[in-house]
């Protein structure tokens, strides 16, 4: 999930792209000859892929310690020349994005529950609302 | 931070019952107003970053250990020396990094978060690598700042004998000139590393009596003559040995000097300006961490029905602290500033923000501990080893009174 916009959709559409195999969400990361095997963070626990290479991978929080800068490095980091490249040198189709925002809002506010008396009632509730 | 690190980094601390290390995680007195990033540059933020990142990882949540069992951190010292912090105000052309007095303070008072005992011990080895990379020949800078900045090698700095404290000048250790060497004889007392390091920078007494008769001398660990004492047991400053270092015909070549002799009075005293801000940027360092666990405290643990953070008695002293640390801040960065400027008066104001600081930081992480009751004085809550570690601060690299008689000599004869 890319930092600004949380969408979530960069690796997985490159792969798309290229038809390579994916391994989003990675933790932990293995190589092995001609494939790669991701440990991936998914919502029931892990699970563990073998893809081919080449793969595109996306890395979650948990795959790596980042080091420390160094006093020395963090000096030479303002003196690093920045080049900066137009979209169009690269071939790339420039001009705006095509993604537009719609709208922002907040979820509705939390409805009050609701207790009933007995599991039976629970089940009845829950299976006229749909939800079973 | 994004709240997943937070996470991740708390889980893999549970097993430490250090609070104060999941403060420094979650809540650094950041967004507050004893935030120590205000009024910084860019730069000087990223270092204060590395150095609090550091501090909670490598530092706080060993800390008591290294206390209880006099550890000597070596590992986590290197660690510390790969980033930089071997040789902070050296230069770079022997491995230092070449920054300034006030990127020192900011990171010592950042280092101090995670352990004040270490570092303080590595702002003496700081000072010493300084005094070598700027008093040294281009010969002796290349021989021993290298392996220096890197903590290849550790260095101690020898001033203090049993007959000469506060009256540093009148020290009797004498050096011999024999040929192309001094034979040294004498010996030195609350030695800081004494045993453990390698490189010891002696002021020793070349000439006649008084300050001017003083020479500094680079010691080895091996020399013929060279022996220690046995190790203190300290109140605090445990994760560092002290010891006498004793000189028996002890035989030192000549190029070991550093610069002229009769000029050590005047290198261990440039040495030491440095040095009082570096120990009062430690006091800062533990007195910002005990502010920490105090507004924790006090906002859960609970009597008379509500938490101790609802009792205005509690609440004024909490601000007080606050606010004497950042005036103990304001004056040891002021310090700093005349310092690498190279004021007339930077000795002065040196002295008094050590004297300053020390006082308001050990009277700080004091009320700390008892604003935490009878858990205050249990070693399993980190407050205790900040107010045991920072006592020792009011007292070397110059006791607060002579602190006083130097600002008191610069105002009535100045």
């Known amino acids: 999930q890319a930092i600004d916009d949380d969408c979530n959709q960069t690796g997985q559409l490159l792969a798309a792209m290229l038809d390579w195999p994916q ?49 020395p490095n963090i000096m030479k980091a303002k003196k690093k020349p ?10 790339v189709p420039g001009g705006a994005p095509r993604l537009k925002v719609l709208q922002v809002q907040e979820p509705p506010p939390r409805a009050g529950g609701e207790k009933v008396e007995s599991v039976e009632a629970l089940v009845e509730k829950l299976r006229h609302s749909g939800r079973i | 931070a994004r709240p997943g690190t937070a996470m991740a980094m708390a889980l ?43 501090a909670a990882k490598e530092m706080a949540p060993y800390m008591a250990e290294w206390d209880e069992k006099e550890i000597f951190p070596v590992e986590m010292m290197r660690k510390a020396a790969q980033l930089g912090f071997g040789g902070i105000y050296v230069k770079p052309d022997v491995g230092g990094s070449g920054l300034s007095r006030l990127d020192t303070s900011i990171i010592f008072e950042a280092l101090s978060t995670g352990c004040t005992s270490t570092t303080a011990y590595m702002s003496i080895h700081n000072m010493c690598v300084w005094m070598i990379d700027t008093f040294g020949s281009e010969e002796q800078r290349r021989r021993f700042c290298p392996s220096l900045c890197s903590m290849e090698r550790f260095a101690s700095y020898c001033l203090t004998e049993p007959g000469s404290g506060s009256d540093a000048a009148s020290l009797l250790t004498s050096a011999q000139r024999k040929g192309d060497t ?12 004494g045993g453990d390091t390698d490189v010891y920078v002696v002021m020793c007494r070349t000439g006649g009596p008084g300050p001017k008769g003083i020479s500094c001398l680079v010691l080895e660990k091996g020399m013929p003559g060279l022996s220690f004492g046995k190790k203190e047991k300290k109140v605090g400053w ?34 030491l300006n440095g040095g009082r801000i570096n120990i009062a940027s430690c006091s800062l360092g533990a007195a910002h961490a005990s502010v920490l666990l105090a507004q924790e405290h006090l906002t859960v643990r609970k009597q008379f029905g509500e938490p101790l953070a609802n009792n205005q008695y509690l609440q004024f002293r909490l601000a007080e602290m606050a606010t004497r640390l950042v005036a103990a801040r304001l004056m040891v960065r002021n310090a700093a500033r005349a310092l ?24 700080i992480c004091n009320q700390a501990l008892q604003m935490h009751g009878g858990y205050g004085y249990l070693k399993d ?23 006083r008689m130097i600002v008191a000599r610069n105002l009535l004869q100045g």
């Open chain 1, 82 to 91: 920045l080049e900066v490249i137009p979209a169009a040198d690269l071939g």
């Open chain 2, 340 to 363: 690498q400027d190279g004021r007339e008066d930077a000795a002065v104001l040196c002295s008094m923000a050590k004297l300053f600081a020390t006082d308001e930081c050990f009277g």
């Open chain 2, 12 to 54: 893999a601390w549970r097993a430490a019952p250090r609070a104060a290390a999941r403060l420094l995680l979650g809540r650094r007195g950041i967004a507050s107003c004893i935030d120590p990033s205000t009024g910084l540059t860019e730069d000087q933020k990223e270092f204060q970053k590395v150095a609090l990142d550091f």
């Open chain 2, 381 to 403: 809550y980190a407050v205790q080893q900040f107010v045991r570690d920072i006592r020792v601060h009011q007292i070397l690299e110059g006791t607060n009174e002579v602190m």
């Open chain 2, 238 to 271: 445990n994760s560092q040995p002290t010891r006498a270092v004793i000189f028996e015909d002890c035989v030192v070549p000549v190029g070991n000097r550093l610069g002229a002799e009769g000029q050590g009075f005047s290198i261990a005293m440039q040495g």
């Open chain 2, 182 to 193: 001094y034979i040294l004889n004498g010996s030195k007392a609350f030695i800081s590393g």
């Open chain 1, 23 to 71: 391994g989003t969400f990675a933790s932990r990361v293995e190589l092995e000859a001609g494939a790669v095997r991701v440990q991936r963070e998914v919502d029931g626990g892990l699970e563990t892929l073998r893809l081919r290479l080449p793969a595109v991978l996306t890395a979650d929080l948990r795959l790596n310690e980042p080091r420390y800068a160094t006093l």
